[in-house]
């Protein structure tokens, strides 16, 4: 994912912008390593946005790789290729990092209110959770929590998608299960009345399912980017997929063959991050990551 954009006061407006589905992490829980396939999907990608930052005439840019560069042996080895055959320099950053930029570039999509906030950021290769207090001027963290397991981390454990129905949804519960227990200490930690909590999702699930939820015939971020979806609609939408195989999730207009077999590992954290932050609707964002640099470039540049 890239972005470019310049500055409009206390805003950005963006001049470009670029993403494409890599899968850096596949295979990753085998081997320990990046596979050579998946490092050329990523070179390819990478090389296009190098061209982009050169033709833009961008003098200040940051690019951060996250939970596959940290775990993989070769990680380092790849950031190296990347700088050798794009010229981009990858930070590979730490899981804390991660969840304070997704939070630095969504928390204005939070729906007003006094109580605890959760925003998490449902990756290829890991979840960040986020509680966060927004009573002054900049959300403050209360607690985070950073899991192994995004949608395709926790796909790849359970293999191919199964044929029969029942064997889906076993499939399902299982990965649910795998989720929930990696998120038990982090559960036992809140405290709060159910009907203050604010929930806030930035990630490729969240805005999938939002589009979904509406039945939009292609995705618009304009439509999904501050929507508010009920709870249950989410928990509907996510156990419909998880009883579809994977041909009828693949017709569906907003999911199609690139996200069709990783959906449904979407769908089995956020039902788990609903189990534990049971608030009544869930806000989805289309910006984070990037968003949280672009403002952080922001602030660094308008410096004396």
Not at 49 to 59: F, G, P, T
Not at 62 to 71: D, I, K, L, M
Not at 252 to 267: M, N, S
């Amino acid at each position: 994912r890239m972005l470019i954009a310049k500055p409009d006061g206390d805003h950005f407006f963006v001049v470009d912008a670029f993403s494409r589905i890599v899968r850096l992490g596949e295979g990753l829980g085998a081997t320990g390593m990046l596979s050579q396939v998946a490092m050329d999907r990523a070179v390819s990608a990478l090389s296009i946005c190098a061209d982009k930052l050169v033709r833009r005439n961008v003098h200040l840019a940051r690019s951060v790789a996250t939970e596959a560069c940290r775990r993989a042996s070769n990680g380092v080895e790849f950031v190296e290729r990347v700088y050798r055959e794009t010229g981009i320099k990858l930070d590979i950053i730490p899981a804390e990092e991660e969840a304070r930029l997704a939070v630095v570039g969504c928390h204005r999509l939070l729906e007003e209110g006094d109580g605890p906030a959760l925003v998490f950021d449902i990756g290829g290769g890991s979840t960040e959770l986020v509680v966060v207090d927004t009573r002054g001027s900049e959300p403050q963290t209360l607690d985070w929590l950073s899991v192994p397991w995004g949608v395709v981390s926790l796909a790849e454990s359970e293999g191919p998608d199964p044929d029969n129905l029942d064997d889906r949804l076993a499939a399902y519960s299982r990965m649910r299960a795998r989720v929930t227990e990696s998120f038990r200490r982090f559960a036992e930690r809140q405290r709060a009345n159910p009907a203050e909590l604010r929930l806030l999702g930035t990630s490729g699930t969240v805005t999938t399912l939002a589009s979904v939820h509406l039945g939009l015939a292609s995705y618009d971020r304009r439509a999904i980017d501050g929507l508010s979806v009920p709870a249950e609609a989410m928990r509907g939408i996510s156990t419909d997929l998880a009883r579809r195989s994977l041909a009828e999730r693949a017709k569906l207009a907003c999911i199609g063959q690139e996200r069709a077999d990783l959906v449904v590992a979407g769908c089995a954290i956020l039902e788990a991050i609903l189990d534990i932050w049971p608030a009544p609707r869930v806000g989805v964002a289309d910006r984070g990551i990037r968003e949280g640099i672009l403002r952080q470039l922001m602030r660094l540049d308008s410096q004396p």
